[in-house]
């Protein structure tokens, strides 16, 4: 499928409003595949079951979900998928990315905030704790209008950016962003390992980019990003992979190794641990989400 089969949604989001909310309830929950310029926060309530495609993460969600967007090539949608519940809630707030501008998000009491937006260029989905915890807040910004409504809003984005164990949905390739991190050297290595995942990478050939040992640079990758080197290239490689799954028509075998693994098998492991499928089940599932459009 080419990118331009993507649905581009009009939002109801005039440029007089700061935001809008739209509070539903359903029978359904279908919502082909889409994108839009407004950042996007979406709590769904009752439709466990239901199918959530954010870039390359196709997940099967529960009874409670939140997610914010914050990319505005980022495809996502909502499929009933398994989902037969016909009382379904569903809370959309939809706000300019202007809202808060660079000039506000570089503010000390804003910076949470600004990281969490920063996350969301991929899509991030929140713990269960957090959402219960959100939800009375979410249904009192239904019924508040005005002033204070662009308050609670701030409210609750500076509380959800608090939130530990959120869960970024899709990949980097897939999202078309790049990784912003603070450090002048994990850049180099993050950039490294980007323009080299079809090859074979060696841990002493990276360590020696930012002149550290391996043992020093292993401490210092893991404290950076939370996982170990093959970890980070392993993640990098799933998501090239994703990206020609599915815009490609390509063998997965040849996919497998342009994308920098060394036999099948493990290519076929390493993506099913990443992404609860196999690549030909990805496939399968992603061709469907577009092909409504």
């Known amino acids: 499928m080419k990118k331009n089969d993507v649905f581009r949604e009009v ?11 739209m509070n539903r309830t359903k029978t359904e929950f279908h919502y082909p595949t ?23 993460s196709i997940e099967e969600i529960d009874d409670l979900d939140l997610v914010l967007i914050t990319n505005k090539d980022l495809e996502h949608a909502w499929f009933n998928h398994k989902c037969e519940s016909k009382s379904i809630r569903e809370i959309t707030i ?24 920063e996350s969301a260029n991929k899509g991030i989905s929140f713990p269960r704790q ?9 249904e009192s910004l239904c019924d508040t ?10 409210a609750i984005l500076h509380e959800l950016s608090f939130s530990t164990n959120i869960k970024i ?24 390992l980007h323009k080299n995942y079809d090859k074979e990478v060696k841990l002493s050939e990276v360590a020696s980019l930012i002149n550290m ?36 028509v390509k063998p997965i075998s040849e996919i497998c190794y342009q994308c920098g693994f060394n036999n099948l098998s493990n290519f076929n492991r390493c993506f099913k641990k990443k992404k609860n499928c196999s690549p030909s089940e990805f496939r399968k599932y992603f061709s469907l989400t577009r092909q409504i459009i």
């Open 145 to 154: 209008n005005g002033f204070y409504s662009v308050l609670d809003l701030f």
């Open 169 to 192: 949905l899709s990949s980097t390739a897939f999202s078309n962003t790049e990784d912003n991190n603070e450090s002048r050297r994990i850049i180099k290595v993050t950039d490294y």
């Open 213 to 248: 040992s391996e043992v020093a640079f292993c401490r210092f990758f893991r404290k950076r990003t939370g996982k170990s080197l093959i970890e980070y290239l392993n993640d990098v490689r799933i998501g090239m992979a994703t990206k020609q799954l599915a815009d490609t």
């Open 34 to 56: 889409h994108v839009h310029p407004e950042y996007e926060l979406n709590f769904v309530q009752g439709a466990p079951g239901a199918q959530r495609v954010v870039g390359d």
């Open 94 to 117: 939809q706000f300019h990315p202007e809202l808060l501008n660079e000039n506000l998000l570089q503010r000390t009491q804003f910076h949470s905030i600004e990281r969490m937006f």
């Open 11 to 21: 939002t109801p989001l005039t440029s007089e409003n700061c935001f809008i909310i």
């Open 130 to 138: 957090t959402i219960e915890k959100i939800r009375p807040k979410l």
